[in-house]
């Protein structure tokens, strides 16, 4: 039914998170009737120029167009305490919060044996070295069984008396009801409870 440029658009669309066959129409669709040739060139060639333009951050693995990123080469940032994510996206989410200003690390993934993915596929040794000058690792990964396991992992890498190594704690949201919560979900904000 569609012309074949239009069939494989769509298809490319689909290749992306959370898009599926509707939406993916929907965005090609806009696409050829509604933006001009202009702003689909520049499109094409944002998309095309991504790869080559995006690195990443020689000191913490976040990318960045520059060598170092913004946040590693930005004085104001306490560069005492890194916090340790599985990857960019979570970052993003941190620093749209506004309340934290530390630095970060990315690993790049999360142990997952069922993936092969193992501790020698994470950016681990990299830091080690960052964290010589460290007093704090926050540990941000998901509550995941991955996000566990790789926590622990670098938990029993980096646990001494130096080093203050913390979690994010997991719970119950603001505003949720009781009855609404899960076993895990309810364990864990038992487990983080603060003192009132």
Known sequence: ??????????EDFQKLPGIGEKTAERLALHLVTKIDNDEIIQFSNHLANLKEEIKYCN????????????ICSNPNRDHHIIMVVADAKDVFVMEKMKTYHGLYHVLGGLVDFSRGITDKDLNIDTLEERLKNAKEMIIATSGTVEGEMTAKYLKSLFDDNRLSVTRLAYGLPVGADLKYADELTLSKAVENRLKY
């Open 1 to 10: 039914m569609y012309p074949n440029i239009l069939k494989k658009i769509i």
């Open 59 to 70: 000191k913490c693995h976040m990318i960045t167009d520059h060598d170092v990123c913004e």
